[in-house]
T-cell receptor, first 117, second 117 residues
């Protein structure tokens, strides 16, 4: 079966432009997470969805970042007015259980490498 | 708050020798612990988890990890290393007694494992 799919694989954009990153989770997975991974660091939590509901967005750095999952499947992470400090690998993950079932492992996509010039 | 420490940025081991990748954690409640592996240009792959029960857990590719509550550690081990084990390894924790921590997975910085032929 297909894993978590993210697109685009690489995105280069100029400072000030908006970008939209897409995540297609494993079919049937209830929970969806966005993480950001800087070079040499572990992934850092951004936001979490349970079905279509955004349960926690406490990890989003500022109001330029937003995410949605309108039909409880595909999710989009949008960064408005990009800045160079936004450059990182953005990773999406899904899990079968709801977030409260903490023993469900996360299944990660290959990520989107964002470079802001 | 929950946190993970991986004290070694890099671990080198000869092929056929046992390997250990260290991880210590900090949570206010009870932990769920995970190990993930990342190969170049790939997403993170789940290796194993500790939820409850036996302190020694076995996972994919011959890896195992030992949960030690008194030392708050969850070291990853393998009796005989393979060159193909060379990758980046991440330890992660969830605090199941914390509202957000029950679903937020907090990662360490990662340890690069190099297995020398």
């Amino acid at each position: 079966g297909a894993g978590v799919s993210q697109s685009p694989r690489y995105k280069v954009t100029k400072r000030g432009q908006d970008v939209a990153l897409r995540c297609d989770p494993i079919s049937g997975h209830v929970s969806l997470y966005w993480y950001r991974q800087a070079l040499g660091q572990g992934p850092e939590f951004l936001t979490y969805f349970n079905y279509e509901a955004q349960q926690d967005k406490s990890g989003l750095p500022n109001d330029r970042f937003s995410a949605e999952r309108p039909e409880g499947s595909i999710s989009t992470l949008t960064i408005q007015r990009t800045e160079q400090r936004d450059s990182a690998m953005y990773r999406c993950a899904s899990s079968l259980g709801t977030g409260g079932q903490g023993n469900s492992p996360l299944h990660f996509g290959n990520g989107t490498r964002l470079t802001v010039t | 708050a929950q946190s993970v420490a991986q004290p070694e940025d890099q671990v080198n081991v000869a092929e056929g020798n046992p390997l250990t990748v260290k991880c210590t954690y900090s949570v206010s409640g009870n932990p769920y612990l995970f190990w993930y592996v990342q190969y170049p240009n790939r997403g993170l792959q789940f290796l194993l988890k500790y939820i409850t029960g036996d302190n020694l857990v076995k996972g994919s590719y011959g890896f195992e990890a030992e949960f030690n509550k008194s030392q708050t550690s969850f070291h990853l081990k393998k009796p005989s290393a393979l060159v193909s084990d060379s990758a980046l390894y991440f330890c992660a924790v969830r605090d199941i007694d914390s509202g957000a921590g029950s679903y937020q997975l907090t990662f360490g910085k990662g340890t690069k494992l190099s297995v020398i032929p």
